[in-house]
């Protein structure tokens, strides 16, 4: 069946893109950016045209980390409903992780994930190929040009993916010719101190605020240290998810271009926003895996947007209902939806701290694409897919229960006010989100990869 494609013309905006701020028009035709000019008129009636009115147009947001849940765990999200909560939060493109039910650790589970995500996903997609102890011929198979990674789970989170034989991991990081991806937490001092404090207080009463003393600073360095160590000895490329802490940047390169690093890093939402103070208020609603750390390691990871030694900022996205947030303590499961949330938060964060928005965008947009090497997204350029957001920087609305789409029906940012809000959002050059409602079809398509 043919896909129609609307002819719009975005007028009077402020285009942020590669680094700069310009006033101009950007025309979507065929699914592509067909022109970006500073004026540019309607050539006829069939053209519709949306007035920006000064607001923000930048490119989609593309997050290279998430859990949508299916399958096998839907009742906390599925690949429709939290790809409807991207679209609202001007979140184009992502990337998926293999911890579901059954695990995407061979081929065939992956492959079905791809053709579930063909029917119903309102955002582009891709999904890691999961790690385990034992299928190392498996991650051999997978293609570099249709497939983003190979996820390693060098702690244990939800889904219990925990890759921890020593000789499997080098043969991974010496032979699987792909971009390899890390979870990085070092168990053995994670149940070491898990066992220390169970002796002092007792699991009853464990809190939220234990949570940074178990998965320690210490927990995340021997991780991330040993798996940066094995990058370098084997040549591996390597991208470490979810820095937490100061202590894991000094492992990290700044001030050289993206394109020439083999070692890369994220920081997310939360710890970019959050810090261990925020755990008497917010309690398991901030339990994620690494857990949030203190102000100083939330300090330096802002820092690190700017000097470099973080490449790209995500959400890892990883809804659970509240009801088994609301476990105590050690029962509840670790992870929150963020995803609808992320830009406005990235730019409310960017105006509290004097960053330029520009960074904002090459951060979230432009050094995904370029680390992961996505094909024609990620940018304002003509011929590229018209995955495009409108943004009003001055338009302060305030995040409620109502508002939310994940499935889970909950935020840690219930209750916050953000200056920006995300008014409009194209996928592929289809109107899919607009002033608070998702209109239209799915219109995702299955993110492709220019390796060799």
């Not at 390693?152 to 925990?162: A, K, P, R, W």
């Not at 219930?414 to 002033?435: I, M, P, S």
Request: aromatic share 6%.
């Amino acid at each position: 069946m043919t896909t129609i494609h609307p002819r719009i013309l975005i007028k009077n905006a402020r285009l942020i893109n590669e680094g700069i701020i310009t006033e101009g028009d950007i025309l979507l035709e065929h699914g592509r950016i067909a022109r970006i000019d500073s004026t540019l008129t309607p050539s006829d009636t069939h053209v519709q045209v949306i007035d920006a009115a000064g607001g923000y147009v930048m490119p989609g947001v593309i997050d290279s980390q998430v859990h949508f849940r299916e399958p096998g765990l839907t009742h906390k999200g599925d690949i429709a409903s939290e790809s409807m909560a991207a679209i609202a939060g001007g979140v184009t493109s992502y990337v998926e992780q293999p911890n579901t039910v059954p695990q995407a650790v061979t081929v065939e589970e992956l492959e079905k994930k791809y053709a579930r995500a063909a029917e119903v996903s309102w955002a582009n997609y891709s999904f890691n190929m999961g790690a385990t102890n034992n299928n190392l011929e498996e991650l051999k198979k997978i293609s570099k040009r249709d497939v983003a990674g190979i996820k390693i789970f060098m702690g244990s989170s939800t889904g219990n993916m925990l890759v921890d034989n020593p000789e499997t991991l080098e043969r991974i990081f010496r032979e699987v010719d792909h971009q390899l991806i890390a979870h990085c937490e070092d168990e053995a001092t994670i149940q070491r101190n898990l066992q220390n404090i169970l002796a002092k207080k007792g699991a009853a009463y464990l809190t939220a605020a234990d949570h940074p003393i178990i998965r320690s600073a210490e927990g995340c360095y021997v991780s991330s240290s040993a798996a940066i160590a094995m990058a370098r000895k084997t040549g591996a490329r390597f991208h470490l998810y979810h820095v937490s802490t100061a202590q894991e940047l000094e492992l990290l390169e700044g001030d050289i271009p993206l394109s020439e690093k083999k070692i890369t890093a994220e920081a997310c939402v939360h710890h970019l926003w959050f810090s261990d103070e925020d755990y008497a208020d917010k309690g398991n609603l901030i339990k994620w895996n690494p857990a949030i750390k203190t102000k100083d390691d939330r300090d330096a990871l802002r820092a690190a947007l700017l000097n470099g030694k973080i490449d790209v900022v995500s959400t890892d996205h990883a809804p659970h209902t509240l009801e088994e947030k609301m476990r105590p303590y050690i029962d509840a499961p670790s992870g929150g939806p963020l995803i609808q949330n992320s830009l406005p938060a990235m730019i409310e964060l960017a105006r509290r701290t004097d960053m330029d928005v520009a960074r904002i965008v090459q951060l979230m947009c432009h050094n995904q694409a370029d680390l992961f090497g996505i094909e024609e997204r990620g940018y304002l350029r003509e011929g590229y897919h018209a995955d495009v957001v409108i943004v009003d920087p001055s338009r302060p609305w305030n995040v409620t229960r109502e508002s939310i789409l994940s499935k889970c029906g909950w935020s840690p940012f219930e209750g916050k006010t953000f200056a920006a809000r995300v008014t409009h959002t194209f996928v592929n050059g289809h109107l899919v989100y607009r002033n608070g409602h998702v209109r239209g079809k799915a219109a995702g398509q299955r993110l492709m990869f220019l390796r060799g």
